[in-house]
């Protein structure tokens, strides 16, 4: 019961103080980071499979001799390769030194072993370079798609610096890279570049 002639004073500043911290608390949300696409960006996969595609292709068009090598590379680099010649090779040492006598010597010298390995090796080696003589070839192909990029992008950014640099004289500003203009809005020659390049390799 409240006396007659008496007003009721609630407390207002815990409701206020609720009400700044429902602000605080909605103005903390408005932060929140945006949500991310599931998966990578639609361009990145796009340029994957573009990659893919043409690597694929590159296989099918790859001619018979470049297809055996690549098989035969492939498989003497892995472990099934050493381990079928730790098999062989000690078979056939057991047997020709006598330790495993479940068949008669027919290289006690080795030197059909030796004369086997070393066959083997000059073949292998043959097929080792070829497979790194198509894996070059591809190496150059990717570098003069990223030399093509690299000067893409330069002549792109050249361009911005140029549209910029408009601007801010239109507008009157100055800023601290003023005498760096003139030479970021040139395009960058490359043939000079790499003269210099081999000129600096020289010296």
Known sequence: ??????????????????????????????????????????????????????????????????RVAETITRFTGSMAFVALHVVLFGFWTLVNTGLLPIL?????????????????????????LISQNRMAAAADKRADLDLHIGLLAEHEVTKLVAMVSAITDRMGIETRADPEVGELSQDVAPDAVLDEIERNGQA
């Open 1 to 66: 019961m409240v006396p007659a002639g008496c007003s009721l004073r609630l407390p207002l500043r815990p409701v206020m103080m609720r009400s700044q911290d429902e602000r605080n608390a909605s103005a903390a949300r408005t932060t929140f980071p945006p949500p991310q696409p599931d998966g990578l960006a639609p361009a990145l996969v796009r340029n994957i499979r573009a990659l893919q595609e043409r690597r694929n292709a590159a296989e099918r068009e790859a001619s018979l001799q470049d």
């Open 104 to 128: 008669p010597k027919w290289d006690a010298s080795f030197v059909i072993l030796g004369t086997s390995a070393s066959v083997e090796a000059i073949f292998l080696s043959t097929f080792v």
